[in-house]
């Protein structure tokens, strides 16, 4: 019933992603917050538990492939959010119990953003001119794809919604005045080879980074940066072909 009742706000498009997502970790998600948003002394967005869920089956993928990142912003974030990062330590705890899967330890930080990111209009605790900056940070990114694909980005999907949550790590590497050691990421190389109108477009975006913010992307940044772009403008033209 508990379950049942979490699916109800769910619109079509969520109904849509949903059902590319494994039932067992839909399930799973649903149950595990339901416990998580008692917890929590603020209301979580009605498309939390499907956000949720996506980033639960996208770290699961990664795991099983072989394919991890750093999460340089782990101190930072049990720093700043230490309710979110025990409730991330509880989630990974449960996905290894009861999905079989050993998450690695950058994940608790990663799904404590998550929640943080699902709050109910998204008030991420940061003083006004940081958030200000930080939404200067995502309006200039995102303008620099819409105007490389020349289409129109939904900043209300749950698309942007992951591409934001990115943008706000790299604000966070940002302000904290990070420095990343950066390997050469061969996957990150043939990404670049394969897909010609990507790799430009993130070429931009690196130079925005360094004339605006005086930083320099890794090829870590750079990956999930092509990762998350493809992905919401795979779903900008959809949605532009629907109507």
């Not at 067992?24 to 339901?34: N, P, Q, R, S």
Request: aromatic share 10%; charged share 30%.
């Amino acid at each position: 019933d508990h379950i049942e009742r979490t699916f109800y706000s769910i619109d079509a498009e969520g109904q849509r992603i949903m059902q590319d997502l494994p039932a067992d970790v839909v399930l799973f998600t649903a149950k595990i917050m339901d416990i998580v948003e008692n917890e929590l002394p603020y209301e979580l967005s009605p498309n939390a538990v499907l956000i949720m869920a996506d980033h639960i089956a996208f770290a699961i993928a990664r795991q099983r492939k072989g394919i991890r990142f750093d999460m340089p912003l782990t101190y930072d974030v049990q720093q700043l959010y230490p309710l979110e990062y025990k409730i991330g330590r509880y989630i990974t705890a449960r996905v290894r119990q009861e999905l079989g899967v050993e998450l690695p330890r950058e994940e608790v930080a990663s799904i404590a953003m998550n929640l943080v990111n699902a709050k109910t209009g998204a008030e991420v605790t940061v003083a006004s001119d940081r958030a200000q900056s930080f939404e200067r940070l995502l309006n200039d990114v995102t303008d620099i794809v819409e105007y490389d694909f020349r289409t129109i980005i939904d900043r209300e999907s749950f698309e942007f919604s992951r591409f934001a949550t990115h943008v706000q790590y790299l604000f966070k590497r940002i302000k904290g005045n990070d420095s990343l050691s950066s390997a050469n990421l061969p996957l990150y190389a043939n990404s670049r080879e394969e897909f010609p109108e990507l790799a430009q477009c993130i070429d931009h975006i690196c130079t925005y980074m360094k004339r605006e913010w005086h930083t320099e992307l890794t090829d870590e940044e750079k990956l999930y940066f092509m990762l998350h772009v493809n992905r919401i403008c795979t779903k900008a033209e959809s949605g532009t072909a629907g109507r």
